[in-house]
């Protein structure tokens, strides 16, 4: 069965810094991670490929950096100079063949 556990969020004030990790029980194609805040659409943040293929929301773009280790089959999302409209529900995937595998989600909060 397939699992992906999520780990790293927290509340962190504007500016700060937080890594998320996404541990998953095999190995995928593509990984990444959406984010949803109430009231607002949801968002694909950042995506892998097992070949190294990148590729990032504008909004996040020079901010935050994405990479994985196939190895341990763990994807890292590094959230560098935080904002306040960052704070969102988290949620690692993981995807075969246009398939998606889904974690239960990470609360990152940004605040003063």
């Known amino acids: 069965q397939v699992q992906l556990v999520e780990s790293g969020g927290g509340l962190v004030q504007p500016g700060g810094s937080l890594r998320l990790s996404c541990a998953a029980s095999?190995?995928?194609?593509?990984m990444g991670w959406y984010r949803q805040t109430p009231g607002k659409q949801r968002e694909l943040v950042a995506r892998?490929?097992?070949?190294?293929?990148?590729n990032y929301a504008d909004s996040v773009k020079g901010r935050f950096t994405i990479s994985r280790d196939n190895a341990k089959n763990t994807v890292y999302l590094q959230m560098n100079n935080l904002r306040l409209e960052d704070t969102a529900i988290y949620s690692c995937?993981?995807?075969?063949?246009?398939?998606?595998?889904w974690g239960q989600g990470t609360q990152v909060t940004v605040s003063s």
């Open positions: 095999g190995s995928f194609y593509a």
């Open positions: 892998i490929t097992a070949g190294g293929n990148i």
């Open positions: 995937y993981a995807a075969n063949e246009g398939l998606l595998y």
